[in-house]
């Protein structure tokens, strides 16, 4: 089956920096990138995804990237704001499968 | 997309009973996922709920454990059997959207004394 690996943990960064969490998946036929939101005691929440016939793709201060050939995909947030602090999950998966979820990303914005 | 909604939205049980967690869509979807997040960790996959047909359950969830029903295009209901206190979790439903897009439900949440 799928496994995804997500790094880091943890990232701390400074109000207005960048960050970026990676993940990696085993499948070759997933083909659905979603990542997730979630703040504490709330269910997660879509914030952006990416199909495999997709390089990148970008929200605001948001974007995805994926590598099919290296099978990684990245979250990049620009111009982190406190509203930010949560913690993030990558997944694979596609069609009519369920998700397969990385171990997540607690993100924590400095002021 | 969906309005999803969950029943109950928290409980308190006692080890050895079983619970009947409700999920409902506001909109006919055709996938329903069950899905376990143990405290302070990730989700994982249950089962799929088909409509007309059985589960589809992932490695290391059985029936017994975990039935499921999906009577229609709107509902589906996932039974936590014979419950233990490693059963403690929130349990959460996903519907798809369009293009494969997964939305959750709210979650229930399960403590088993």
């Known amino acids: 089956g799928e496994n995804v690996e997500q790094h880091p943990s943890t990232l701390s960064v400074q109000e207005g920096d960048s960050a970026v969490i990676k993940c990696t998946y085993s499948d070759s036929a997933s083909n659905y990138f979603p990542w997730y939101k979630q703040e504490l005691g709330k269910r997660p929440q879509l914030i952006i995804d990416i199909r495999s016939n997709v390089g990148e793709k970008k929200d605001q201060r948001i974007a995805v990237t994926l590598n099919k050939t290296a099978k990684h995909f990245s979250l990049h947030i620009t111009e982190t704001q406190p509203e930010d602090s949560a913690v993030y999950f990558c997944?694979?998966?596609?069609?009519?499968?369920?998700?397969?979820f990385g171990k997540g990303t607690h993100l924590i914005i400095q002021p | 997309s969906a309005v999803i909604s969950q029943k109950p939205s928290r409980d308190i049980c006692q080890r050895g009973t079983s619970l009947t967690i409700q999920c409902q869509v506001d909109s006919q979807v055709t996938m329903m996922f069950w899905y376990r997040q143990q405290p302070g960790q990730s989700l994982t996959l249950i089962a799929t709920?088909?409509?007309?047909?059985?589960?589809?359950?992932e490695s290391g969830f059985v029936i017994d454990k975990f039935p499921i029903s999906r009577p229609n295009l709107t509902f589906s209901t996932l039974t936590v059997s014979n419950m233990s206190p490693e059963d403690s979790s929130i349990y959460l439903c996903?519907?798809?959207?369009?293009?494969?897009?997964?939305?959750f439900g709210p979650g229930t949440r399960l403590l088993v004394l």
């Open positions: 997944a694979a998966g596609g069609g009519a499968d369920g998700l397969t």
């Open positions: 709920a088909n409509q007309g047909s059985e589960a589809t359950y």
């Open positions: 996903s519907v798809d959207g369009s293009q494969e897009t997964q939305y």
